[in-house]
């Protein structure tokens, strides 16, 4: 077992080379060793904008994997993949991920949904609803930045205007990485640069950074 983990961890490190392995090391998702599970997910989380379109299926499986760090893997490698590959079961099951009973997972789940873009559209409810009341910090601030990342794509409606309102509480985080998000997307809502709104988010970006180390 230690020689194939040493193999797959080896894959990952290759970069381009290890295309033509790919295939393999994806079956290996299905393993029965967990260690050898997880050194396979962490390779393919390097090597993810790499994969074909046809290996998704294999890393949507790995997101119910009783182990974390496999689940937290599949996550970023669907990532890494981005929008072009991203399937619609893709993303529902990255959004069912934000309530991962690991706050690893639950932080990878978001971020890769913000890598996707446009495709991760219809998450933007539960990216909102669940990830942004979080517990964990850098679960809501990975929520927050991935809201931030998709906001270009969604158009007017009530999906935006909840974002917005949203945003407009989590100007109040106790988080500051989260604030900073928040003013983020909320610039990106606004069209008018007078706007009270705008201004008080602006105010409290630089707020926070004068309070930051």
Do not use: W
């Not at 393999?24 to 299905?30: G, P, R």
């Not at 994969?51 to 294999?58: D, L, Q, T, Y």
């Not at 706050?103 to 971020?111: D, G, I, L, S």
């Not at 850098?138 to 007017?156: C, F, K, N, Q, T």
């Amino acid at each position: 077992v230690q020689v194939r983990v040493s193999a797959a961890f080896a894959i990952g490190q290759v970069g381009a080379a290890a295309s033509p392995a790919l295939p393999s090391l994806i079956q290996c998702l299905s393993d029965p060793h967990v260690e050898i599970r997880k050194a396979v997910a962490g390779s393919l989380a390097f090597l993810g904008h790499r994969i074909a379109k046809s290996g998704v299926p294999e890393l949507i499986k790995a997101l119910k994997d009783d182990d974390a760090d496999v689940r937290r893997a599949a996550a970023s490698a669907l990532g890494q993949m981005g929008s072009a590959v991203a399937t619609s079961e893709g993303v529902s099951m990255l959004s069912e991920g934000l309530i991962d009973s690991s706050t690893q997972v639950r932080r990878a789940c978001a971020m890769a949904l913000g890598r996707l873009g446009e495709k991760a559209v219809p998450a933007v409810r539960r990216l909102v609803k669940i990830g942004l009341v979080d517990s964990n910090d850098e679960v809501r601030s990975a929520v927050a930045r991935a809201l931030v990342d998709i906001g270009p794509y969604m158009g007017p409606g009530p999906t935006a205007q909840m974002v917005e309102q949203e945003m407009t509480v989590r100007l109040k985080d106790h988080c500051d990485e989260v604030r900073k998000a928040a003013s983020m997307c909320l610039c990106r809502f606004k069209k008018d640069p007078d706007s009270e709104k705008l201004s008080y988010s602006m105010k409290r970006l630089q707020d926070s950074s004068k309070k930051s180390p």
